[in-house]
């Protein structure tokens, strides 16, 4: 009996038992219970996006459609940027609401990625109506925008404005989920900040998008290594010298994972495959250090000798060549160090510095795995628990796992920052709360508006606006 009694347990903990009965529910018509149980199976598994892909189209049929766009554009922006038919949702939402602009942009980009979708032909014929009774622009526009996002990022990180850079990414990936090189660049950040959950969930995305992405796959090898799961490490190392490449970027991206992790007999072993196709001066160069440093002085020599002819045209890369002469001249490679001398001649020539491959940018994030982590979880006055306690009270189904420590990390820096932010008035809790979690919804690019929050959490604007000037938050 005790058996069984376990066995019903572990079946009611789960989440497809949730799900199914959610399922169940809503063939009976019973919308509510549908949603509670669809809510449970996806608390019990927060990676299935079908849970919540399902939940959001709950939301939906129960008059909630910002709620339900929410979802929808979560799935898209974190988890599957593949999963096209949340644009078919977030359309008839936005139409719902009353956004002809947004239902507009929705309906094309569910034409424009899935065109033999199963409502493609419906959608079809609401563009056509909506542009033509409400005076709205097509063409994809969404493509351009996205781009235009990416390159604002590019332009705010030659200016050291980090923060600015990932707005302008996240726009970037809000217009067009599909954009891999506006992820992968959030990606290069998020390590650079030792984010290294968040990093991992976008690198899933990308490679759901394109599963053998190089940079992508690249990335993820840092990742794993700044997250010791050496073993991994190891097992792609071995695997990215033999993806496809298809131009020289992919190449040059490569490579520079392989010098970072001081793979150079597989280094060689790449150039040599390319380096009929792909023969420009840096590509030689390093092929020529690998062979040096390998001892292969034959092979270097031939190389030098083309080399040299170059040379003369400019006096730093005529002393570099001098210099690595010495090194096959007196058979000593102890003083070598590819890495530094991949970094010399990159700038020797002047190579571009591009984010998929420029070596100073990966020796940063490589030598923050030297770095410990700052793991101290910040401590707020006892006083404040019921704050992070309402927070979490009304937390949405997108926020993620671990949202309660980073309420708890943005409440301590509201009072850091700004000083005492509560009284005896048991109403300031609530209020402080709602003022959190839209903190949090604009730090994760989350869209929730304030009157939302308002009426969630039965409060003024009037309270709500006067502590977020306190906090002199926007």
Not at 159 to 175: C, D, M, P
Not at 242 to 250: A, E, G, L, Q
């Amino acid at each position: 009996m005790k058996n069984n009694l376990l066995s019903i347990d572990e079946y009611r903990n789960n989440p497809e038992f949730y799900f199914y009965k959610g399922l169940r529910c809503a063939n009976k018509r019973n919308l509510n219970d549908a949603y509670k149980n669809l809510v449970k199976a996806a608390e019990l598994s927060p990676d299935n996006m079908e849970y919540k892909f399902n939940i959001a189209c709950f939301l939906s049929e129960m008059q909630r459609p910002r709620e339900a766009n929410r979802i929808f554009m979560d799935i898209l922006l974190h988890y599957d940027p593949t999963m096209h038919d949340c644009y078919f949702g977030m359309g008839c939402n936005s139409f719902e609401l009353g956004d002809m602009k947004k239902a507009a942009e929705y309906f094309e980009k569910y034409i424009y990625f899935e065109s033999d979708g199963e409502f493609s032909e419906e959608v079809s014929e609401m563009i056509f109506y909506l542009k033509l009774y409400n005076d709205i622009a097509g063409d994809n526009r969404f493509l351009k925008l996205s781009q235009t996002n990416l390159k604002k990022a590019h332009k705010n990180l030659l200016n050291n404005k980090t923060e600015e850079a990932v707005s302008e990414l996240y726009k970037a990936i809000a217009f067009n989920p599909m954009n891999t090189d506006a992820r992968n660049l959030l990606i290069l950040i998020l390590l650079e900040q030792q984010n290294y959950k968040r990093a991992s969930n976008f690198i899933a995305t990308v490679t759901n998008i394109y599963s053998d992405d190089i940079w992508a796959n690249s990335l993820k090898i840092y990742n794993l290594y700044h997250t010791r799961k050496y073993s991994r490490v190891e097992k792609l190392l071995k695997i990215l010298p033999y993806r496809s490449i298809y131009n020289r970027k992919d190449l040059l991206c490569i490579a520079t994972t392989l010098i970072m992790f001081n793979k150079i007999n597989e280094l060689i072993n790449l150039l040599e495959t390319y380096i009929v196709e792909y023969s420009d001066l840096l590509i030689c160069s390093l092929l020529l250090i690998g062979y040096i440093s390998t001892r292969n002085y034959s092979k270097a020599t031939s190389i030098l000798k083309n080399l040299q002819s170059i040379s003369i045209l400019d006096t730093n890369f005529s002393n570099w060549i001098k210099k690595v002469s010495g090194f096959i001249k007196y058979d000593d490679t102890s003083e070598i160090s590819v890495l530094e001398e991949y970094k010399e001649i990159f700038r020797i020539i002047g190579e571009p510095e591009d984010y998929m491959y420029s070596p100073f940018k990966y020796i940063k994030i490589f030598e923050n795995a030297s770095k410990p982590r700052q793991r101290t979880v910040k401590k707020i006055p006892k006083k404040y628990n019921s704050v992070v306690e309402c927070v979490v009270l009304h937390k949405e189904i997108m926020y993620v796992s671990e949202y309660e420590k980073e309420i708890i990390q943005i409440l301590y820096n509201a009072i850091y920052h700004t000083g005492e932010l509560l009284t005896d008035n048991e109403k300031d809790i609530v209020v402080l709360s709602a003022a959190i979690e839209y903190i949090y919804c604009k730090e994760n690019f989350i869209r929730m508006e304030k009157e939302e929050l308002i009426q969630k959490y039965g409060i003024s604007s009037v309270a709500f606006n006067k502590v977020l000037k306190k906090i002199k938050y926007k």
